[in-house]
C-alpha cells in the first residue's frame, strides 16, 4: 500500500503520533534506528536526516562517516502498542551518502540492486513467503532471558500444552493492526517453539516485513514475561528454528515458475532457477546461515536440509516443490534460518536462481529417497552434496564464488568475510564448557 505525505501527515495527527523511527539494517541484519521527534518530520520527508555511519558495523570509517536516511513512505506505520499519550510511528529507510548516491553497503539498496538485474532478464516480480520459527523462553526474576521453555507443546499443539498461544495470538492481533496479513500460526515441533506466516509479497517488502515481524515478536513476548529468540539452536536435542523461503518469478501478472504442459506442471525458467540455486548452494550458505550456531541446526535428524538436493515432495532436500501450481507454483529453499540478513539472503538467492535462467542450466535428477538415510558413497551416486558444516567452511566457499560475491557487491562481501572471519576466531578460540565436561579430569 502506498502512503502520500498528506496521507501521512493526516494519520499522524489522528493517532496521536508524537515520536518518528527512521529504521534501517546493518550488514549482520540487526535492526538500527535514529528516533525523531514529530517537530523533525518535515527534515526527514525531505530526505536531510544524517547520522554517523561509522557507529555501524560495516558501514564505513570514522573520516567519511556522514550518511543520510532516505525515508521509504510505503513502509509507515504506527506501532499500535505504543502509549496513548503520545504513538511511535516508522518508517524504513534507505542510506545514502552526501552526494546523494545510493550506499552501497545498505543492504536494502543492494536487494532493490539486484531486482534491477531480474528486470533486464525480463521478469517484473520477485515475489517471496517465508516461515520464520522462533523460541520463547521465560524470564528470570531480574528480567534477563532464562533456558526455561514456557510449554511443554508439540507440532500444531493446543493450550493448555501450549502455554504460549496467547502469546502467539497477541503477536497475531498486533501484525494484523499493523496490516500484515496473516495467513497460519502454531506451535512447531520443539517445545516453545512457534511459528506465524504471513502473506508473500514482493521481495524488498518482504524483507522489511520479516524485520518488523521480528520486531513485533520480541515486543509482545516481554509482554508476557517472555523471551524470543530468533537463534537458529538455541537448545541440543531438539529442532533448530528455520526460515523456509518461497519464491516465485513473475511477468506481467504471469506466474514464470507454471507450465500447465510442462513436467510436474514447471516451466523450463523454474527448472533453470532450480538449476542455479542448487550450483550455487554451498557458496550462499555463509550468508543465508551466517552465525557459528546455525551450522548446529544444519545437521541430519532435527528436519533441516544438510544436503544439496532438490525434489518435488520429498522434505529432507535442500529444496522441495510444495504441490500448488498456477499463480501459486513456487520453490521453496529450506536452508535458511531466522538469523540471516533477509535483504543479503534474498539477494544471494535470486542472484543464484537467475545465473541459472541467464546461462539455461538444467538441474540435476530429483531425489526422492530420504537422504538422511543414504551412506556418503549413496549420496555421491545420486550427485547429492554437503552443505558447508562450519561457518568457516561456508565463508570459504563463499569467496570461490563470482555471483555470489557479485550479488553482495564488493562492499558488503569484503565487511561481511572481515565480520565473520573475527566471529568464526572468537568462537574458535573460546574454551567451551562441553570440553572442560570431556577433559578437565580426563587429562
Known sequence: ???????????????????????????????????????????????????????????????????????????????????????????????????????????RYNLKRNLKKMEELGFDAFNIGTEPEFFLFKLD?????????????????????????????????????????????????????????????????????????KLVVKTIARKHNL??????KPLFGVNGSGMHVNMSLFNEGKNAFYDADGEMELSDTAYQFIAGIIKHATN????????????????????????????GSNRSPLMRIPNSRGLSTRVEVRSVDPSANPYMALSVLLASGLDGVANKLTPP??????????????????????????????????????????ALGDHLFEHYVEAKEIEWDMFR????PWEREQYLTQY
Open 1 to 107: 500500500m502506498g502512503y502520500t505525505r498528506e496521507e501521512i501527515l493526516k494519520r499522524i495527527e489522528e493517532e496521536n503520533v508524537k515520536f518518528i523511527r527512521l529504521q534501517f539494517t546493518d550488514m549482520l541484519g540487526t535492526i538500527k534506528n535514529v528516533e525523531i521527534p514529530l517537530s523533525q518530520l518535515e527534515k526527514a520527508l525531505d530526505n536531510m536526516m544524517m547520522f554517523d555511519g561509522s557507529s555501524i558495523e560495516g558501514f564505513v570509517r570514522i573520516e567519511e562517516s556522514d550518511m543520510y536516511l532516505y525515508p521509504d513512505l510505503d513502509t509507515f506505520v504506527v506501532f499500535p502498542w505504543t502509549s496513548e499519550k503520545g504513538k511511535v510511528a516508522r518508517f524504513i529507510c534507505d542510506i545514502y551518502n552526501p552526494d546523494g548516491t545510493p550506499f552501497e553497503g545498505c543492504p
Open 141 to 213: 526474576e531480574k528480567g534477563e532471558p532464562s533456558l526455561e521453555l514456557n510449554d511443554h507443546g508439540g507440532y500444531f499443539d493446543l493450550a493448555p500444552t501450549d502455554l504460549g498461544e496467547n502469546c502467539r495470538r497477541d503477536i497475531v492481533l498486533e501484525l494484523e493492526e499493523m496490516g500484515f496479513e496473516i495467513e497460519a500460526s502454531h506451535h512447531e515441533v520443539a517445545p516453545g517453539q512457534h511459528e506465524i506466516d504471513f502473506k508473500y509479497s514482493d521481495a524488498v517488502k518482504h524483507a522489511d516485513d520479516i524485520q518488523t515481524f
Open 429 to 432: 578460540t573460546t574454551v567451551h
Open 365 to 406: 535428477s530429483a531425489v526422492d529417497r530420504n537422504i538422511y538415510v543414504m551412506n556418503k558413497a549413496e549420496r555421491e551416486e545420486n550427485g547429492v552434496k554437503d552443505l558447508p558444516a562450519t561457518l568457516m567452511d561456508a565463508l570459504i566457499e563463499l569467496q570461490k564464488d563470482e555471483t555470489i560475491i557479485n
Open 284 to 311: 550462499f550458505t555463509a550468508v543465508t546461515n551466517p552465525t557459528v550456531n546455525s551450522y548446529k541446526r544444519l545437521v541430519p535428524g532435527y528436519e533441516a536440509p544438510c544436503y544439496v538436493a532438490w525434489s
Open 227 to 232: 523471551h524470543a529468540t530468533f537463534m537458529p
